[in-house]
């Protein structure tokens, strides 16, 4: 680790970074996550051996360049779907949108109700122009008595089944009350819903022979390093469902703005469902283009 040199008077020490270089199978989140508080450490980069590639953790302890008051602020909130590969797709959306700085709030494994007080207690802290909100997937906790998908409660459009679940799945109970509460408060924000490579034409499949050996853009994995079950991708796929559908209720209600992420990345039509997907929920990195586009499509009359 190799501390920037404030070499020049010019330089502001709050943009002093701290520089790792990422080792091949490194832990990179024992470096840049903080237990204490859980979130970011701030003032941190990560660069491949040759230079390349990487990120950098700000001065406010989002993934993302230093905060710029020449532009209006925009962050995007969420678990490892937001925070992604390299940089990052939320950057990405810089390009498409002049004036405009977007950040990447996204932490990897965070649960729900963290990214909603992380991103509550920023804004408190922060101007944001712009919030965009994706609950992702945490908490998920197997129901280990549970039949197949056939407990399902919602469909894919996020419709009631005729015959419903007696109660929302765990780590769901309480997600309408908690994200009505955070929306009532920060009204400039715009929710995303949870992607997934699975679909209800495979949702019952093996999919251990799709699991191909390999990096980011060329393998396929179930989920991380998790060992495939078929159970475990029904769960999953029944829990994302329930969670978008809540979502969904709730921004309906409250007037809130959708922009659909599970139906634009819906996979059901492709020839390969991998397409997009490194694993069951993460994007690979070529997509992030495609991501960011889908997401400036949904709030480029906001953005004047």
Not at 258 to 279: G, S
Request: charged content about 25%; overall charge neutral; proline content about 7%.
């Amino acid at each position: 680790m190799n501390r920037l040199q404030n070499g020049g008077r010019g330089i502001d020490p709050a943009r002093l970074r701290s520089v790792h270089t990422i080792a091949k199978n490194q832990d990179l989140k024992a470096l840049y996550y903080d237990p204490e508080c859980a979130a970011l450490r701030p003032n941190l980069v990560f660069v491949e051996p040759d230079g390349s590639g990487g990120f950098e953790i700000n001065e406010v302890g989002l993934k993302g360049d230093s905060l710029d008051p020449r532009r209006k602020l925009a962050v995007i909130w969420g678990d490892s779907v937001v925070f992604s590969a390299g940089r990052g797709w939320p950057c990405l959306i810089d390009r498409l949108a002049p004036g405009w700085q977007f950040l990447n709030g996204g932490l990897d494994g965070d649960p729900y109700i963290n990214v909603l007080r992380r991103a509550g207690e920023f804004n408190r802290r922060h101007s944001v122009a712009l919030n965009l909100l994706m609950l992702g997937w945490h908490p998920f906790v197997p129901i280990l008595s549970a039949p197949s998908a056939r407990r399902q409660r919602w469909s894919p459009l996020g419709k009631p089944r005729q015959s419903e679940a007696p109660a929302l799945r765990p780590g769901n109970e309480n997600i309408r009350t908690d994200l009505t509460r955070f929306l009532e408060t920060y009204r400039n924000t715009v929710v995303l819903t949870m992607p997934t490579a699975l679909n209800p034409r495979i949702i019952d499949w093996d999919l251990s022979a799709y699991l191909v050996p390999g990096d980011a853009e060329t393998g396929f994995r179930f989920l991380g390093n998790e060992p495939y079950r078929i159970e475990g991708q029904r769960q999953g796929f029944e829990h994302i469902l329930e969670r978008n559908a809540i979502t969904r209720e709730v921004c309906a209600g409250l007037g809130v703005r959708v922009i659909d992420l599970f139906a634009i990345f819906d996979t059901e039509e492709l020839t390969d469902f991998r397409e997009h997907f490194y694993d069951l929920i993460h994007f690979r990195e070529r997509s992030h283009p495609v991501v960011a586009e889908a997401v400036y499509d949904g709030i480029k009359d906001l953005l004047g």
